[in-house]
């Protein structure tokens, strides 16, 4: 495919993932959100895909970014870390982005405290990958691809 017509998606990683590597390593491992990016390059670059990888500690950059995608992306996959569990902001900004959404976590918030258990961006997320580490990261890029060839299919007939 022609880097022109590669589908363009979001990958939006939110506080404190910006300290992976040394983050909790027994829950969230030793690799630092650089090798995870330079994975995503990596895969995306196999699937056909762009990507824009991008970290924020701040919620209004996040609700931002969301926006910005809705005007110029294909697809979003959103590990919003502690704001998957507060945020109603960011639930708004991706119901208007009307886009494909992973929701991915690195640890499985099922298995962690009660307060993590609810998920506000899993209200508007076609699907979501949790609990295998950075490998959920190829995952999620592996299941955006295929959820904006099908609307793209959609969109042809
Ligand atoms: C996380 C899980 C969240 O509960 C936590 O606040 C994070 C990371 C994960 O990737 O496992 O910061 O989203």
């Known amino acids: 495919m022609d880097s022109s017509d590669a589908p363009l998606v979001q990958i939006i990683n939110g506080p404190n993932l910006n300290l992976l590597g040394v983050r909790e390593p027994e829950i969230y491992g030793t690799e630092t ?4 990016e330079t994975a995503c390059a990596e895969r995306a670059e196999q699937l056909g895909l762009d990507i824009d990888f991008r970290q924020s500690n701040l919620e ?9 995608a809705r005007l110029s992306h294909d697809g979003i996959i959103l590990n919003a870390a502690a704001y998957t569990h507060t945020s109603v902001a960011i639930l708004d900004a991706l119901k208007v982005a009307e886009l494909p959404v992973i929701e ?11 307060f993590r258990h609810t998920s506000y961006v899993s209200l508007a997320a076609d699907g979501m990958i949790c609990g295998l580490g950075s490998h959920g990261y190829l995952l999620a890029l592996d299941a955006i691809a295929r959820l904006i060839e099908l609307r793209r299919q959609g969109s042809e007939s």
């Open 33 to 36: 959100l650089g090798d995870i």
């Open 60 to 68: 209004g950059d996040i609700v931002d970014w969301i926006q910005e």
């Open 104 to 114: 991915l976590h690195m640890s499985n918030p099922h298995r962690r405290e009660a």
